[in-house]
């Protein structure tokens, strides 16, 4: 079992940046490959981003490409999310994820690849 816990949410003017931080408990996450998901009100949760447990693999959705970054410390047993150039489409409740793979390269895609969720914080651009 793998407990995450997100921070860093807030409210920020468009074009502003923000770090989300996913801190783990109970397990390393050194064995979990590791993603970002939201859900904007109304709407599904999407995939934003993924990376798999060795870190060499990242992939982003469109709408965020070139402007958010995953990151890892595992000796921290964190994953980061850094959002730039931040939209107001951009605002929602942001979600980290876990699922433990022996696939040291593999990056998920969907919510139901995913066993452990965070309990979200909220990131809200204004225009």
């Known amino acids: 079992q793998v407990q995450l816990v997100e921070s860093g949410g807030g409210l920020v003017q468009a074009g502003g940046s923000l770090r989300l931080s996913c801190a783990a408990s109970?397990?390393?996450?050194?064995?979990?490959?590791m993603g970002w998901f939201r859900q904007a009100p109304g709407k599904e949760r999407e995939f934003v981003g993924g990376m798999s447990w060795s870190g060499g693999s990242t992939d982003y959705a469109d709408s965020v490409k070139g402007r958010f970054t995953i990151s890892r410390d595992n000796a921290r047993n964190t994953v980061y999310l850094q959002m730039n150039n931040l939209k107001p489409e951009d605002t929602a409740v942001y979600y980290c994820?876990?699922?433990?793979?022996?696939?040291?390269?593999?990056?998920?895609?969907?919510?139901?690849?995913?066993?452990?969720w965070g309990q979200g914080t909220q990131v809200t651009v204004s225009s």
């Open positions: 994820a876990a699922e433990h793979t022996y696939s040291r390269h593999s990056i998920y895609y969907t919510n139901r690849d995913y066993d452990y």
């Open positions: 109970g397990r390393t996450v050194s064995a979990y490959a």
